[in-house]
């Protein structure tokens, strides 16, 4: 059974930072691309921010500057720096990988359980 496991979440003021993790458990061959989704209430989930197997990322508008996104092959796990956290930033964020269950047969896209930022004076 393949899983997300999010963490890394919290409360913070504006202006501080969070570091969430995305790890990936269980059998499989390798993690192919990996993304951070954002959904606010009342608001539809978007793309916050996408890296490659290589490390090539991109990211939303509005947190260029500000995160990072950044991975470990060698530990399945993909990191998203969040620096100067405003409050437009709130939102459950979720972890996205495409996994290669087994090469060249099974590819699937996973999601985490999502993790909560709150960011409030």
């Known amino acids: 059974q393949v899983q997300l496991v999010e963490s890394g979440g919290n409360f913070v003021q504006p202006g501080e930072s969070l570091r969430l993790s995305c790890a990936a458990s269980?059998?499989?061959?390798?993690?192919?691309?990996m993304a951070w989704y954002r959904q606010a209430p009342g608001k539809q989930r978007e793309l916050v921010a996408k890296?490659?197997?290589?490390?090539?990322?991109n990211y939303l508008d509005s947190v260029k500057g500000r995160f990072t996104f950044s991975r470990d092959n060698s530990r399945k796990t993909g990191y998203l720096q969040m620096n100067r956290l405003k409050p437009e930033d709130t939102a459950v964020y979720y972890c996205?990988?495409?996994?290669?269950?087994?090469?060249?047969?099974?590819?699937?896209?996973?999601w985490g359980q999502g993790t909560q930022v709150t960011v409030s004076s």
């Open positions: 996205w990988a495409d996994i290669t269950v087994v090469a060249g047969v099974k590819e699937y896209e996973y």
């Open positions: 890296i490659t197997p290589g490390g090539s990322t």
């Open positions: 269980g059998r499989f061959d390798r993690v192919n691309a």
